[in-house]
């Protein structure tokens, strides 16, 4: 895939970005797609990077690629119900411009399911495995070190992950 390709633009969530930068993949996920953010994304990371807890080493691991994100200002022309205002810029973002969104929070998944599409972050480990941007079995490893750092046990994300990544 060539670097100058016209690249498919993701609308991002915190927990996604965290998500990639604890696996400090984020560089990679630029080669293959364009990370569409809103100012109060880039305000959530600049605030976690202040600890240097688990959250706070993935914002600052995220940050770090801050200058090549796109960040973009939306309305809240269409506000659902129990879901932060954060959360409510990103549906509309991603509803206004016909984009996906990457989220790993499964309460926000669930609120905006069937009204745009959504993906787990982990959708970049498939993306960047089958770009031959990353070997099956580091994407596996990376999988596997992901589940420890966000406790995921179980749960859809890494289960159909790890599904899609077998299948390759």
């Given at each position: 895939?060539?670097?100058?390709?016209?690249?498919?633009?993701?609308?991002?969530?915190?927990?996604?970005?965290?998500?990639?930068?604890?696996?400090?993949?984020?560089?990679?996920?630029?080669?293959?797609a364009e990370i569409v953010v809103?100012?109060?994304?880039?305000?959530?990371?600049?605030?976690?990077?202040?600890?240097?807890?688990?959250?706070?080493?993935?914002?600052?691991?995220?940050?770090?690629?801050?200058?090549?994100?796109?960040?973009?200002?939306?309305?809240?022309?269409?506000?659902?119900?129990?879901?932060?205002?954060?959360?409510?810029?990103?549906?509309?973002?991603?509803?206004?411009?016909?984009?996906?969104?990457?989220?790993?929070?499964?309460?926000?998944?669930?609120?905006?399911?069937?009204?745009?599409d959504t993906q787990f972050s982990?959708?970049?480990?498939?993306?960047?495995?089958?770009?031959?941007?990353?070997?099956?079995?580091?994407?596996?490893?990376?999988?596997?070190?992901?589940?420890?750092?966000?406790?995921?046990?179980?749960?859809?994300?890494?289960?159909?992950?790890?599904?899609?990544?077998?299948?390759?």
């Amino acid at each position: 895939m060539e670097e100058d390709s016209e690249k498919k633009e993701y609308v991002f969530d915190t927990s996604a970005l965290i998500s990639l930068g604890d696996i400090k993949v984020i560089g990679e996920v630029l080669k293959l797609a364009e990370i569409v953010v809103t100012p109060s994304i880039v305000k959530e990371l600049e605030e976690f990077a202040k600890y240097d807890d688990e959250y706070g080493k993935a914002s600052k691991e995220v940050l770090k690629y801050k200058d090549k994100f796109i960040v973009k200002n939306t309305e809240i022309k269409e506000s659902i119900e129990y879901i932060q205002t954060t959360d409510n810029e990103l549906y509309n973002l991603a509803k206004t411009q016909s984009s996906t969104l990457i989220t790993d929070d499964i309460k926000f998944s669930r609120h905006v399911d069937g009204k745009i599409d959504t993906q787990f972050s982990t959708l970049f480990l498939t993306l960047l495995v089958s770009s031959g941007h990353l070997s099956k079995e580091k994407a596996l490893e990376l999988l596997e070190k992901l589940r420890g750092i966000r406790n995921w046990r179980n749960n859809i994300i890494y289960l159909a992950t790890k599904e899609e990544l077998e299948k390759l």
